[in-house]
């Protein structure tokens, strides 16, 4: 799960780009961790363990922005506290209030909630095999519609194994960059 969501982030954003991150427990504030480390500008919304985010936080964060928030990531199943954000309205407020990419950990919701990437306007969703699906771990999940796609190609983060233009290349030809 944290490879996909780092995938996600890497290969959508680039150095410096500005994005909200949603904290609300251990997953959301390592994703504030992840966007560090890769030199992102991080506003923080946060909630208090065990409560969820709230979405009109969201919305006044992006009402005040003129457009510089490139992405907003955030936890939909908070696993840490068993919290269920509001995923649906945050990302109806990112896609009517900015052109910022929804990227969404939906490790435990994907497979367990009904999550409808394409209804919502979700651009990334990341996901792992061991909780919401129930399968032993190891396999990681990264859909993005076609405008994560093109955010990918001037994405300057650095990347190799999760570089997922290097999956789509060779998925055309029905193989995988790596083993």
Known sequence: GTAAMEAGIINTLSRGDKVICGANGKFGERWVKVAKAYGLDVEIVKAEWGQ???????????????????????????????????????????????????????VTSLGACDVPMDDWGIDVIASGSQKGYMIPPGLSF????????????????????LDLNAYLTTVNKNSNPFT
């Open 52 to 106: 969820p985010l709230d979405p009109e936080s969201f919305r006044q964060v992006l009402e005040k922005d003129n457009n510089t928030i490139k992405a907003v990531i955030m936890t939909h199943s908070e696993t840490s506290t068993g919290v269920i954000n509001d995923l649906q309205t945050i990302s109806e407020h990112v896609k009517n209030l900015s052109s910022a990419l929804m990227i969404a950990d939906c």
């Open 142 to 161: 990264v859909a993005m519609n076609d405008k994560a796609w093109i955010a990918s190609k001037s994405s300057d983060l650095p990347k190799f194994y």
